[in-house]
């Protein structure tokens, strides 16, 4: 039983159901939402699926934009080697559920799980609706507002999270195909990003730092218009984003957690799709080996998002403490270095880790701002 059928939820079901398990899918909307993400997402997330990605493809970025109060910009190649795409959440997260429903996945929509509670050895799961379902294992992929790991004591007690304000624009303003827009200096403790779907713009403001509330109005004012769009344009969507806040359990007794539920959406960059379709695929993984009865434990899912996802966090969270502390600096030293653009790529691809350039980055930082 998987609860919450977004990115995470979506892609433990496939790889669960494509193992021979019988897997339901819950989720608590009735239809498909437009969801506060901006899809980008490096090309790298494909090796998890035997199934081609690119209908959820909007564009490819061959080229960033940076830019400090919209000035002094840094305008970078992204290398070949480390492809980004812009997806269509809405089309992402429905492909991969129609994959795993041909493969025998039972897809139960505006099913709100209200209580989830362990009983002679099997899980209870209660809806809103009085419904109630029961399952060997659960995993839990319900997103950024879960309620369940901390009464399950999964994941992190102190939760962080990072403020967000998102705008889906039809148009493209003045974004060029391919190009995807960064915007640092506006926003206090964060940046602004533009990222160009088929025939609309994806804008979003998130702080990572502190507990500050956006002022998105005054912000929007002006990014908006530096874009091309009127700045009362497009609905604002405010988001509470979980990021990853240290290692965590993230199992127990057959039960599993996932995605942005699991608090492991990257600190400082607020990359959240490529841990959320990890996690899924790691998690169908364990779960698999568990229920055919090869392992007692579920805890290798913990230790492998650790290998292969914590330890970069924990020293992409130190990096986001320094640079949104002094961003100038980081704007100055970091971001219009030659090499930030690719070694930017080749974090969001996998290809290296925040522990690669951390240290040196944090001496640069810290020595530039004293
Ligand atoms: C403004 C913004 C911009 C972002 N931009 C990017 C980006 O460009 N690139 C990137 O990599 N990441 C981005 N992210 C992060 C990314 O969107 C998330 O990390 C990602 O959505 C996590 O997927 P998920 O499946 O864990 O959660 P979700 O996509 O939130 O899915 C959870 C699902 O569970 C359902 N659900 C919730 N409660 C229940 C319940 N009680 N019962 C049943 N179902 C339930 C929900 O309806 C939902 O469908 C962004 C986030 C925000 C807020």
Known sequence: MIIGAGAAGSTAAFHLAKTGHKVTLLEKNSAPQVKPCGGGMAAAVQEWFP??????????????????????????????????????????????MDHAINLGTDFINGFEAININRHNSVWEIKASDGRELIAKAVIIADGSQSIWPSKIGLGPKNQHHAQTISVRLKGKGNLKAGTARFE?????????WAFPLANEVNIGVGTFIGNHSID????LNKLLPNLGFNPTDGERREAKLRVWNGHHKLHGEGILVIGDAASICDPFLAEGLRPALMSGYEAAKSLDHWIRGETMSLDI????????WGDSMAWGRRIAQVFYRFPKVGYQ????????????AQILSGKMGYGDIAQRVIKRLLLKSQ
């Open 333 to 344: 030293l970091g971001i219009k270095r030659p090499t930030a653009p690719q070694r930017i």
């Open 51 to 96: 199934f081609d990605l690119k209908p959820a493809v909007e564009d490819v970025i061959s080229k960033v934009e940076f830019s400090w109060c919209l000035k002094d910009p840094v305008i970078a190649a992204l290398p070949g080697s480390a492809p980004f795409w812009i997806v269509k959440r809405e089309k992402l997260d429905s492909l991969i």
């Open 184 to 192: 640092f200096g506006l926003v206090h403790h964060g940046f602004a």
């Open 301 to 308: 899912y913990t230790q492998s998002m650790k290998d292969k």
């Open 216 to 219: 998105s109005k005054e912000i």
